[in-house]
């Protein structure tokens, strides 16, 4: 295997406790920061070439959030490493029974292409947090952001520690043969797939971040332009290929008609009348992308948008009206800039629409009404929420990121990203004497000791007091 000289290599150097110090782990991350800050002007040029990334949104996502992880990780990092101490029972009062946070070993990461530093960064800041060894795999569609990585960062990291590796479907399919002690990979449910049949094979545990159709339920009392600007700018965000977008509208007829002109204005308003000619809206980051993303403007019927070029891999911010649950673009996630509104009675069958399909990596709900949102809180289940916004919340360092059942496996973010690269060991330490106080657990046994022993190691429940 042409990986496997690597990972020994790797794995030798975690095995030598080299990863394991406090000391080393914030170097590492404060060499990550180094390599953000001065290569600002090289990432914003590589998401441009691969992408059209606008230089705005590159920032934001794949510097300044990266930015607030690494900083997150390096303000709680000693914290977030002590040993964490338990409840015991009456036998073991006197003894030390605690939680140590412990490095996997050697982890492998594997990123996508649409955010192709921050998917990338923002686990790899986690697995050098927890003191892991880690193999780190960009995305080969984003050819330019790739070499990138594989040229400059390791510049600033260990390479006894951390390794890029640069690899197309064949050669990623033979690094997975590779036995990892933990694998995190983010991109499409298909090749999830694929990486948790590869760590099957070894009984390593994963991570998967994958995506999903996530459904936006707009209820008749709301601010109709505040929600257009906000579903716009969500939908329409790095040329709608965000795994988080809000991917079909549910509304009623009335709100639809309501919602067109001001998404209408919303998009004049962020792009111009000619969005292909603003340099605030990307393109699709690969032909074969394109291709997929156009056969969905097939859909309902065009109501805005819906101009193509093929040479420039340019889609215009488009919304669909009218869109049946058959048609094409409500069979995938459209991951581009393609907006179908659905149309729905009111908030029940909005529920049932959602309820019917495979758990989404997020729900969204605008609503003025606390009790609309409360309910499609309550009676939906998705890897996340958000109310009368879109995207903001992966803004937040506190809040765990991830889905469920065909939306992904596993969390992270902030300490969230930490406690995913961290094996949970439990630990007892007991006093050699007391000899006397064990008597009870050894044979001969008899009704007498199991009496003593159920009174000093059983939990009980605790009394409830109900208030009439």
């Not at 303000?75 to 006197?94: A, F, M, P, Y």
């Not at 393109?283 to 097939?298: H, K, P």
């Not at 911010?317 to 995938?332: C, F, G, K």
Request: glycine content about 8%.
């Amino acid at each position: 295997n042409p990986y496997a000289g690597l990972v020994r290599q790797l794995r030798a150097a975690w095995r030598s406790g080299r990863t394991r110090p406090l000391e080393y782990r914030v170097g590492q991350l404060e060499a990550l920061g180094r390599f953000l800050d001065e290569k600002k002007p090289g990432i914003l040029e590589a998401t441009a070439a691969d992408m059209g990334k606008p230089s705005f949104e590159a920032y934001f996502t794949e510097i300044l959030l990266c930015k607030n992880e690494l900083h997150e990780a390096l303000n709680n990092l000693s914290s977030w490493t002590k040993d964490e101490h338990v409840g015991k029972n009456l036998v073991t009062q006197l003894d030390s029974a605690f939680i140590r946070k412990e490095p996997y070993g050697v982890v492998l990461i594997i990123g996508p292409w649409n955010y192709p530093l921050n998917l990338l960064l923002v686990p790899l800041i986690g697995a050098i947090a927890a003191g892991n060894c880690v193999v780190i795999k960009p995305s080969e569609t984003a050819k330019t952001t790739e070499r990138l990585l594989a040229e400059q960062l390791s510049c600033y990291l260990d390479n006894d520690c951390y390794a890029v590796v640069t690899a197309g479907v064949q050669e990623t399919t033979r690094l997975l043969e590779n036995q990892f002690d933990y694998i995190f990979f983010t991109g499409s449910s298909s090749v999830g797939r694929t990486v948790m049949a590869a760590a099957a094979r070894h009984l390593t545990p994963v991570t998967l971040e994958l995506g999903g159709k996530n459904p936006c339920y707009v209820a008749d009392c709301c601010d109709v332009r505040n929600v257009a600007r906000r579903v716009a700018w969500g939908r329409f965000f790095n040329a709608g290929q965000t795994c988080v977008a809000p991917d079909y509208l549910l509304c009623s007829l009335e709100m639809q008609e309501k919602l067109m002109p001001a998404l209408r204005e919303a998009i004049v308003e962020f792009f111009g009348p000619d969005p292909k000619e603003s340099p605030d809206f990307g393109r699709i980051g690969g032909d074969r992308q394109f291709r997929r993303v156009r056969a969905l403007l097939s859909s309902g019927r065009v109501a805005i948008g819906g101009q193509t070029d093929e040479r420039e891999r340019y889609v215009a911010p488009t919304v669909l009206a009218d869109v049946l649950p058959s048609d094409p673009a409500m069979q995938e996630e459209i991951f581009g800039p393609i907006l179908p509104i659905v149309v729905v009675a009111g908030v029940e069958e909005a529920i049932e629409f959602i309820n019917a399909r495979p758990r989404p990596l997020v729900v969204y709900a605008f609503s003025s009404d606390s009790k609309v949102v409360a309910q499609v809180l309550e009676r939906t289940s998705s890897g996340g929420f958000c109310a009368n916004d879109t995207l903001m919340q992966v803004t937040l360092t506190s809040l765990p990121f991830g889905g469920i059942g065909s939306s992904g496996l596993g969390k992270y973010h902030g300490k969230f990203t930490f406690d995913t690269f961290s094996h949970r060991r439990g630990c007892l330490h007991r006093s050699m004497g007391l000899e006397p106080l064990n008597a009870l657990r050894y044979p001969p046994y008899s009704l007498q000791k199991l009496g003593l022993l159920t009174a000093t190691v059983g939990v009980k429940r605790r009394a409830i007091c109900t208030l009439l």
